[in-house]
Nanobody, 121 residues
Framework: VQLQASGGGLVQAGGSLRLSCAAD????????MGWFRQAPGKEREFVAV???????YYADSVKGRFTISRNNAKNTVYLQMNSLKPEDTAVYHC????????????????WGQGTLVTVSS
């Protein structure tokens, strides 16, 4: 599975961005899709995940501000980010795995190249 993330950019604190991650396979609908982020000098961390059935889970730091969704007809997963904060600044990666929706990045088999989100104060 090849993943292509897009939608990053520079935004002021309090603003919004929507990230997209397009997959190249029709079997996309059977994969759990996750978003992770990595800030400079920090470990990659879980942001949100959506299961093949549409169940969603979020990191506490983004709950209530971010929304993950998927469109299986377009083989695409989205991350709507609202009320952005400077601490959300990071490279955001999408990832895919067959099976359960998990928050552990080491459980994911396929990764996109990442898209940079910068939130200015």
């Amino acid at each position: 599975v090849q993943l292509q993330a897009s939608g990053g950019g520079l935004v002021q604190a309090g603003g919004s961005l929507r990230l997209s991650c397009a997959a190249d396979r029709r079997t996309f609908r059977s994969y759990a899709m996750g978003w992770f982020r990595q800030a400079p000098g920090k470990e990659r961390e879980f942001v949100a995940v959506i299961s093949w059935s549409g169940a969603t889970y979020y990191a506490d730091s983004v709950k209530g501000r971010f929304t993950i969704s998927r469109n299986n007809a377009k083989n695409t997963v989205y991350l709507q980010m609202n009320s952005l904060k400077p601490e959300d600044t990071a490279v955001y990666h999408c990832a895919a795995r067959q099976g359960s929706a998990l928050s552990d990045p080491y459980k994911y088999d396929y990764w996109g190249q990442g898209t940079l989100v910068t939130v200015s104060s």
